[in-house]
């Protein structure tokens, strides 16, 4: 046999083998923050024509096997500049990655996304990481502070009550005030039913000119909300993690009112020879209700992607016990989320479904001087009774009408509710051409939510024997859209982008209540109403109506050489809360930019590094106004005598409320926007300046119509125009760049005024709204209002009898009209005293890096030069109620002085509410692991929320709640602020 061929062929083999291994050349290096030098854990290094793919160890270190010095090695790591070189000669790579924070950010502008850089409008982006954290009862609450012209505020503490957020002062006088949230491409959606830790970015479109994709629905303003979602990333390789937020928090009640002590109360009694029940007991009524609170929120994530597909699983769960006794708040949020790209990365398929279920322990207050109002029934309670009897019952007495114990109240009470929400969405994206792409996006969300109400028949405060209530309420949306987007860039000098579409959404509610008196028995409470022996005409009751909306929408968005750029808008809404004759309406907008940087005389500027100019302009509906308002309804009016049967039956009669219009039209807003941004010293100062003015004309308002000819007393109509001009600055500093310290800052200056212009029209006249009512013992009739809506005046403006001293017997004086003064309150002159709206709103954020491991923020609020109407001081101030109930400190100095009026509402109890708070200061400690196998990141802070507030304020609080038209009213039952300490830690695995 002959084995030449075969030793040759062997030897060829270890020739060419060794051909090879001399061709292969062993690649490393390091990657690393730019800034920090820390390792880069994960990054991923990729040779760009051999397709092999290794990712960096805890140390940042890779090797990687080279077959072809022309070949091209890429670096890429989430939230960083991707790198892409040739490997030439080299062997050792010492890369330095730059963090994407210093590369043109990426916003969301509604349908699509576009580099900050090339922005027309008023948009503003928040990431997570400068968000305000730790005892956050609404996700909304860590946006407060941080965006120039957006007022994030709630009067109290409630861990059950929200947030009221306001962009650019109130777009009506009657409809609501909230922006659109708009989360993960879903209009509509309740913010509530994503967890705070979930958050990854804000987007705040603040203009018309922005928010014109939304049409109608974005006439507040449009808060953008992306959710945290692993996205597809670079890689063929599929990476996991593993994410742990947890927090716990410790409230306490930050500020309570000086009333009177026991000691106090005696004191007097024995001064004045006043007539006086002294039971025995020394007791703080505030402490009996108030308590310390705690806060728990944990959230748990696992995510994984690859070049193809990606998924995120989060589990939440929120657990508040307030510090007022008795109330609370229970929520788990569970989302999951999964995105697919098929058919050569043609197409991409996102689908997310989301669940919450809810549970909030609510206590009475708010509503006056109510019976079983907790807060009043506290504050006026004698410090000498009793909470308890010597056999543990209740002490009750009857000092003044309507005295009823307040511990008492909430421990007999129940009064709370069971809410389930679920949100689902898919989004279908698919390239038809190399420039063309169909979108698909259908969301569905459901909100159900049942309530519980008993008194029991044994409660003092009860009259009934017994009282029950129970409430369903359901709401549902459907919303489908379609859209086409066609991208070209051409010569790289003109760049267009058009999109067009189609949106439908049917929202529905329905819902029911029962409720009777006379309990057969205490212990079913709500549970089962058949227990309950009255039953009168109107205790039971059902409804439900739907709202449909269709629009049609398109967009242009072009930029020539990066130095001018054009937004164009149009948009068509039809909505059935209209009547029949305008039904539909045009939306349009526009918006300019200029580069001024990419002109060429700009070469000898050295000043500046970037400085752009925008102008927009743009018309939105607001349809924010309730369903079905010109429906007539009927409702029990009674007993009758069926004539035919001779049984008794319930009559009913027309609810006498209001009038069709089928002429009624959308509110129409206006604003035109001027923007200059700019950034200096290598744009180690950035910011931007805007102005505004929006006008709302054919105001929605609610008329009074005689009766006859009108079958009903009021009708929905078209009328007046109210303006908002304002000016916001934002800025932000790099003070600190070094390696040992970081500090950056945030600085936001908001000025708004809202005026009305008119509030007639030629059918409707109406000269002025009175407005912003207070209530209390002693307050009664129809005059004890504190605003006036009256043309050419603020919105807020306070019109109140104006305080001139006291009589010689220590009644209040007041001023008259001719000049002189009476004690008579009604006819005193209404003057223009006082005004809600502030002067300008400030807040001051900062964020701090000490080497590689501590860090911390502060964040600061400011609100200057507004007026608070101190209704707790009018209540509770007054010596004429002492010694039968309590009072404030203060009634002793107004007894010293001689006062001896009861309360009257006037200008005496207006003060100036300028504040500036603390509200979050957060210190961390960052763990360095670039050693640990399994733990790649673990961090530890303390944080500290409404740490601290000056004002001269005499009330608890002075912030208010800025929803629509009427503010400026410190009420004295709102539940109290809480100052909250957080410990928290995250875990990344």
Do not use: C
């Not at 958050?199 to 203009?207: G, M, Q, R």
């Not at 979602?229 to 993690?241: A, I, P, Q, R």
């Not at 692991?929 to 961090?939: A, H």
């Amino acid at each position: 046999m002959n084995q030449r061929p075969t030793i040759l062929s062997f030897l060829f083999l270890i020739f060419l083998s060794f051909s090879t291994i001399h061709s292969q050349k062993l690649l490393s290096g390091k990657v690393m923050d730019s800034k920090t030098q820390e390792a880069l854990v994960g990054t991923i290094v990729k040779l760009v024509k051999s397709n092999a793919v290794v990712v960096t160890d805890f140390e940042g270190n890779f090797t990687i096997q080279s077959t072809n010095e022309s070949d091209e090695i890429l670096f890429s790591y989430t939230g960083y500049e991707t790198i892409q070189m040739p490997v030439g000669s080299q062997s050792f790579f010492s890369i330095h990655l730059i963090p994407g924070k210093l590369l043109d950010e990426v916003i969301l502008i509604g349908y699509g996304s576009q580099k900050k850089s090339d922005k027309t409008g008023a948009v503003m982006s928040v990431n997570s990481n400068e968000l305000n954290i730790g005892g956050l009862s609404d996700p909304i609450q860590g946006l407060q502070g941080k965006v120039a012209g957006v007022t994030i505020s709630k009067q109290g503490g409630d861990p059950n009550s929200g947030f009221t957020v306001n962009i650019r002062g109130a777009a009506g006088l009657t409809s609501g005030t909230g922006p659109l949230y708009v989360i993960d491409g879903v209009p509509g959606v309740d913010p509530t039913n994503i967890a705070s830790n979930d958050i990854e970015s804000y987007n705040v479109l603040k203009d018309a000119s922005s928010t014109a994709i939304y049409g109608s629905r974005g006439s507040n303003g449009v808060i953008i909300i992306k959710t945290k979602n692993s996205g597809l990333s670079k890689s063929d390789e599929k990476v996991h993690k593993v994410e742990y937020s947890g927090q716990y928090g410790f409230d306490q009640v930050s500020k309570k009112l000086n009333f009177l002590n026991s000691s106090q109360m005696r004191d007097f009694a024995t001064k004045t020879g006043r007539t006086y029940i002294d039971n025995g007991a020394n007791i703080d009524w505030q402490d009996a209700i108030f308590r310390s609170g705690f806060t728990q929120d944990h959230t748990l994530a696992f995510s994984g992607s690859d070049h193809h597909s990606s998924y995120r699983a989060s589990l939440s769960h929120l657990n508040i016990k307030g510090v007022l006794e008795g109330s609370g708040k229970q929520r788990s949020i569970g989302r999951l989320q999964f995105t697919q790209s098929g058919l050569k990365d043609r197409l991409t398929v996102y689908a997310g479904i989301g669940g919450a279920i809810e549970h909030n322990d609510f206590v009475n207050y708010g509503n006056g001087i109510s019976p079983t109002n907790v807060l009043y029934q506290a504050f006026r309670r004698s410090p000498t009774d009793p909470i308890y009897n010597a056999d543990g019952t209740y002490f009750e007495t009857d000092r003044s009408f309507q005295y009823f114990n307040p511990v008492a109240i909430i421990k007999e009470t129940q009064n709370e509710r069971d809410a389930k929400r679920f949100f689902g969405n898919l989004n279908v994206k698919l390239k038809l051409l190399d420039h063309l792409v169909l979108g698909v996006n259908g969301a569905y969300t459901r909100n159900d939510s049942t309530s519980f109400y008993f008194e029991p028949s044994y409660a003092a405060s009860n009259t009934t024997k017994g009282f029950a209530k129970r409430t369903y309420n359901n709401g549902s949306s459907q919303l489908i859209e379609t859209t086409l987007n066609y991208d070209l860039n051409y010569k790289n000098k003109h760049s267009f982008n058009i999109l067009g579409g189609h949106s439908y959404q049917k929202d529905s509610y329905d819902g029911f209540f029962a409720q009777g008196k006379e309990a057969l028995s205490d212990y079913l409470k709500s549970y089962n109403l058949g227990a309950l022996i009255n039953l009168e005409p109107g205790s039971i009751g059902s409804y439900k109506n739907e709202f449909l909306q269709a629009s049609f929408f398109g967009r242009l968005v072009y930029d020539f050489n990066k130095k001018y750029y054009l937004t164009a808008t149009i948009r068509r809404d039809g909505s059935s809360k209209f009547g029949k004759n305008n039904e539909w309406g045009w939306f349009p907008s526009a918006s300019l930019a200029w580069n001024i940087m990419g002109e060429s005389f700009m070469n000898f500027v050295n000043f500046f590094d970037d400085l752009k100019l925008r102008i927009g302009y743009g018309i939105a509906g607001n349809q924010n106004i309730p369903t079905n308002v010109d429906a007539i309804f009927y409702i029990p009016a009674g007993t009758a005598i069926d004539p035919e049967s001779g049984n008794q039956v319930i009559s009913f009669q027309n609810s006498g409320e209001v009038n069709p219009n089928p002429d009624l039209k959308w509110e129409e807003n206006s604003e035109l926007n001027i923007g200059l941004d700019f950034g200096i010293l290598k744009n180690r100062i950035s910011g931007s300046l805007e102005y505004y003015r929006k006008t709302t004309t054919d105001l929605i308002y609610k008329f009074e119509l005689p009766v006859p000819p009108n079958k009903n007393r009021y009708i929905y109509a078209n009328a007046g125009e109210i303006t908002n001009n304002g000016v916001e600055v934002s800025l932000f500093g790099i003070v600190i760049d070094r390696k040992k310290l970081d500090w950056k800052t945030t600085f936001t200056f908001s000025k708004n005024n809202q005026k009305t212009k008119q509030l007639a029209n030629d059918k409707y006249d109406l000269d002025e709204i009175k407005t912003l009512y207070v209530s209390g013992r002693g307050l009664v009739g129809g005059e004890n209002y504190s605003q006036v809506i009256r043309p050419g005046f603020e919105i807020g403006t306070f019109f109140l009898p104006q305080y001139a001293g006291l009589s010689d017997d220590g009644k209040f004086l007041f001023y008259t009209k001719a000049g002189g003064v009476t004690r008579d309150v009604s006819k005193a002159e209404r003057r223009e005293v006082g005004h809600a709206q502030p002067d300008f709103s400030l807040g001051w954020s900062n964020y701090l890096k000490f080497g590689k491991h501590v860090d911390a923020s502060i964040a600061v609020r400011a609100v200057i030069g507004f007026d608070v109407l101190n209704v707790t001081r009018l209540v509770f101030s007054n010596p004429s109620d002492l010694p039968t109930l309590n009072v404030l400190e203060e009634a002793l100095d107004e007894y010293d002085r001689g006062l001896t009026s009861s309360p009257i509402l006037s200008d005496y109890y207006l003060e100036d509410g300028t504040f500036l708070k603390v509200d979050n200061v957060t210190v961390g400690y960052n763990f360095g692991l670039n050693k640990s196998k399994y733990l790649k990141g673990f961090r530890l802070y303390v944080a500290g929320s409404n740490l601290l507030t000056l004002t001269q304020y005499k009330g608890l609080d002075p912030e208010l709640s800025y929803g629509g038209v009427e503010f400026g009213r410190d009420q004295y039952d709102v539940y109290p602020k809480t100052r909250t300490i957080t410990f928290g830690l995250n875990a990344t695995f």
